[in-house]
C-alpha cells in the first residue's frame, strides 16, 4: 500500500518546506505506487493569512496554487512511469465565501484537478490546527452563552461537524480529510460523551459513505503527538459500523516527511481491525463530482504487500 492522498511542498504551502519535485522523487526512492499531491486551496480574505505569510498580497496564494496546478502536472508527466501521481486540492471553509470560490476555482480548472480532499482547519473563522491559543479563542468564540467546559466543546464540535457537512454536501470529496482534527488539541475527547455530537458524526459518515467518499486514515497526528493517526478509534468504529471504507494518507509537509509512521499507521490499522484498504485510481466514468477519479481496491491482505516488509508484523 505505497499510497499517500494528501501532501504538501514548500515551494507552493508556506508551512511546509522543499520542492515539490524532491517530495515526488522521495516517494519514487520509497516505493510509492500512488501519491497525491494537493496543495491546500487559496483562501481569499487578507484576515485569513497565516502569520507567516504576513509579508504576502493575498492575491498571491492564487497565483501560486495555479502554479502548483501546473508544475504538478509537470511531474505527473515526467515520472509517470515511476509512480502514478494523482493531482487534487486540500479544501478550506473559513467563510461561505471560500464553498463559493471553490465551486468557481474547480470550474475554472476542471480536470487538471483530479480529486478533493475535503478538510476543514477553520471553526468560526479561527484556524483550529495553529497554535492552543488559537484554538481556544475558536471555543470561546462559538460558546459565550455556554456555562460550562462541557457545553463549550459541544457547540465547538457542532459547527465543525455542520461547516465538514455542508462541505461534503456541495462538493463530495472524494477522500475525507482527518475526519476528527476538532479535537487535535484534545486527544482524549471522546465523541459519544456528547450526545448531539454523536448524531452529527453519524450523520457526515453515512452521508460521505454514500456518495462514495473513501476516509483517509493519515499519519500527520502521530507528528502532533497523537499516539494514533486521524481518525481516532471511536471514529473508525462508526466508520467500520456503516461499511466505510479507507485510504491512506502521510499528509506530508515536505520530502522529510514522505511516508512518516506509515509503520504506525499499519499496527493502528492491523489494531482496529481494518482489513481492506483503497485507493484512488482516474477513470472513464465521471464520479458524483463530475471528476474522473474512482476507488480501487488493494486486493488481497494488504500488510502483505512488500513495501510493509519491516514495517509492520506480518
Ligand atoms: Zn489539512
Ligand atoms: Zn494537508
Same mark, same amino acid.
Given at each position: 500500500?505505497?499510497?499517500? $492522498?494528501?501532501?504538501?511542498?514548500?515551494?507552493?504551502?508556506?508551512?511546509?518546506?522543499?520542492?515539490?519535485?524532491?517530495?515526488?522523487? %522521495?516517494?519514487?526512492?520509497?516505493?510509492?505506487?500512488?501519491?497525491?499531491?494537493?496543495?491546500?486551496? &487559496? +483562501?481569499?480574505?487578507?484576515?485569513?493569512?497565516?502569520? %507567516?505569510?504576513?509579508?504576502?498580497?493575498?492575491?498571491? =496564494?492564487?497565483?501560486? *496554487?495555479?502554479?502548483?496546478?501546473?508544475?504538478?502536472?509537470?511531474?505527473?508527466?515526467?515520472?509517470?512511469?515511476?509512480?502514478?501521481?494523482?493531482?487534487?486540492?486540500?479544501?478550506?471553509?473559513?467563510?461561505?465565501?471560500?464553498?463559493?470560490?471553490?465551486? @468557481?476555482?474547480?470550474? +475554472?480548472?476542471?480536470?487538471?484537478?483530479?480529486?478533493? @480532499?475535503?478538510?476543514? $482547519?477553520? #471553526?468560526?473563522?479561527?484556524?483550529?490546527?495553529?497554535?492552543?491559543?488559537?484554538?481556544?479563542?475558536?471555543?470561546?468564540? @462559538?460558546?459565550?452563552?455556554?456555562?460550562?467546559?462541557?457545553?463549550?466543546?459541544?457547540? *465547538?464540535?457542532?459547527?465543525?461537524?455542520?461547516?465538514?457537512?455542508?462541505?461534503?454536501?456541495?462538493?463530495? &470529496?472524494?477522500?475525507?480529510?482527518?475526519?476528527?482534527?476538532?479535537?487535535?488539541?484534545?486527544?482524549?475527547?471522546?465523541?459519544?460523551?456528547?450526545?448531539?455530537?454523536? %448524531?452529527?458524526?453519524?450523520?457526515?459518515?453515512?452521508?460521505?459513505?454514500?456518495?462514495?467518499?473513501?476516509?483517509? @486514515?493519515?499519519?500527520?497526528?502521530?507528528?502532533?503527538?497523537?499516539?494514533? !493517526?486521524?481518525?481516532?478509534?471511536?471514529?473508525?468504529?462508526?466508520?467500520?459500523?456503516?461499511?466505510? +471504507?479507507?485510504?491512506?494518507?502521510?499528509?506530508?509537509?515536505?520530502?522529510?516527511?514522505?511516508?512518516?509512521?506509515? $509503520?504506525? =499507521?499499519?499496527?493502528?490499522?492491523?489494531?482496529?481491525?481494518?482489513?481492506?484498504?483503497?485507493?484512488?485510481?482516474?477513470?472513464?466514468? &465521471?464520479?458524483?463530482?463530475?471528476?474522473?477519479?474512482? !476507488?480501487?481496491?488493494?486486493?488481497?491482505?494488504?500488510?502483505?504487500?512488500?513495501?510493509?516488509?519491516?514495517? #509492520?508484523?506480518?
Amino acid at each position: 500500500m505505497p499510497h499517500s $492522498h494528501h501532501s504538501h511542498s514548500g515551494q507552493f504551502c508556506k508551512h511546509a518546506s522543499g520542492r515539490l519535485e524532491e517530495v515526488v522523487l %522521495e516517494a519514487i526512492r520509497q516505493g510509492f505506487e500512488v501519491y497525491g499531491l494537493t496543495e491546500h486551496m &487559496p +483562501r481569499y480574505r487578507t484576515e485569513d493569512l497565516y502569520p %507567516e505569510e504576513a509579508k504576502m498580497a493575498v492575491e498571491e =496564494l492564487a497565483t501560486q *496554487f495555479d502554479a502548483f496546478i501546473d508544475e504538478a502536472h509537470r511531474l505527473k508527466k515526467r515520472y509517470e512511469m515511476k509512480i502514478a501521481l494523482l493531482i487534487g486540492l486540500e479544501t478550506e471553509y473559513i467563510a461561505d465565501s471560500d464553498l463559493d470560490a471553490l465551486d @468557481v476555482l474547480l470550474k +475554472r480548472l476542471g480536470p487538471r484537478v483530479e480529486y478533493v @480532499v475535503g478538510s476543514v $482547519h477553520h #471553526v468560526n473563522g479561527f484556524p483550529i490546527d495553529f497554535d492552543y491559543d488559537t484554538f481556544r479563542k475558536s471555543v470561546e468564540s @462559538v460558546s459565550r452563552d455556554t456555562s460550562t467546559e462541557e457545553q463549550a466543546q459541544e457547540r *465547538f464540535l457542532s459547527v465543525y461537524l455542520d461547516a465538514q457537512y455542508r462541505l461534503f454536501q456541495r462538493f463530495h &470529496p472524494e477522500i475525507v480529510g482527518h475526519f476528527d482534527l476538532c479535537r487535535l488539541y484534545t486527544p482524549d475527547l471522546v465523541f459519544s460523551d456528547y450526545p448531539s455530537v454523536a %448524531e452529527k458524526v453519524e450523520r457526515n459518515v453515512r452521508y460521505t459513505i454514500e456518495y462514495g467518499a473513501l476516509f483517509e @486514515v493519515n499519519a500527520a497526528a502521530f507528528r502532533k503527538k497523537w499516539d494514533t !493517526p486521524y481518525p481516532g478509534r471511536d471514529i473508525v468504529e462508526v466508520i467500520l459500523k456503516h461499511g466505510g +471504507r479507507f485510504a491512506l494518507s502521510d499528509d506530508s509537509h515536505g520530502p522529510h516527511a514522505v511516508g512518516l509512521n506509515y $509503520h504506525r =499507521l499499519a499496527e493502528y490499522l492491523r489494531a482496529v481491525g481494518v482489513s481492506e484498504l483503497w485507493y484512488l485510481q482516474r477513470c472513464e466514468t &465521471p464520479n458524483s463530482a463530475g471528476r474522473n477519479v474512482r !476507488p480501487v481496491r488493494v486486493d488481497g491482505e494488504w500488510w502483505k504487500h512488500t513495501f510493509w516488509n519491516g514495517r #509492520v508484523a506480518q
